[in-house]
C-alpha cells in the first residue's frame, strides 16, 4: 500500500495517463497475471483449477492478483451461493482483448529468447 499523496503514486499517474505501453505494463505486470489471463483465454475456470494448473503461486498472491485484475475490469468473478463455496472467472471483453497481445508478445519471446 501507498499513501495517496506519495511522489512515487504520483509519478505513476503522471506516466500511466501520457503513455499508453506504461499503462497497459502496470495493468498486466505482476508475476501471475499474464498466466492466469493466458489460462482463461481458454475459458472460464474455477478458483480451484486455476490453483492446480499453478502450482508455483502462494493462495495469498493468487488471490491478490485475482482481486486486483478483477479491480481493474480484465476479468469477472461469480460467485454461487453454495456450500461450499463455488467460484469461477471468466476474461471481461477488455481482458479477451489482450489476446493477440499476448500471441505476438508470446511469438516474439519464442523467437528472441537466449537458447
Request: glycine share 6%; net charge positive.
Amino acid at each position: 500500500m501507498r499513501k495517496e499523496s506519495s511522489t512515487n503514486l504520483e509519478n505513476e499517474t503522471l506516466i500511466n495517463a501520457n503513455c499508453g505501453i506504461a499503462y497497459a505494463i502496470n495493468l498486466i505486470g505482476g508475476r501471475w497475471k499474464v498466466p492466469v489471463m493466458a489460462r482463461l483465454m481458454r475459458g472460464t475456470m474455477r478458483y480451484n483449477e486455476l490453483r492446480k494448473d499453478l502450482p508455483m503461486v502462494s493462495e495469498r498472491i493468487l488471490i491478490l492478483q485475482l482481486r486486483e485484475m478483477e479491480k481493474d475490469g480484465l476479468i469477472s468473478r461469480k460467485v454461487y451461493p453454495e456450500v461450499p463455496p463455488k467460484v469461477e472467472y471468466s476474461l471481461t471483453t477488455l481482458g479477451l482483448s489482450l489476446g493477440p497481445v499476448f500471441d505476438y508478445l508470446s511469438e516474439w519471446g519464442e523467437k528472441n529468447r537466449p537458447d
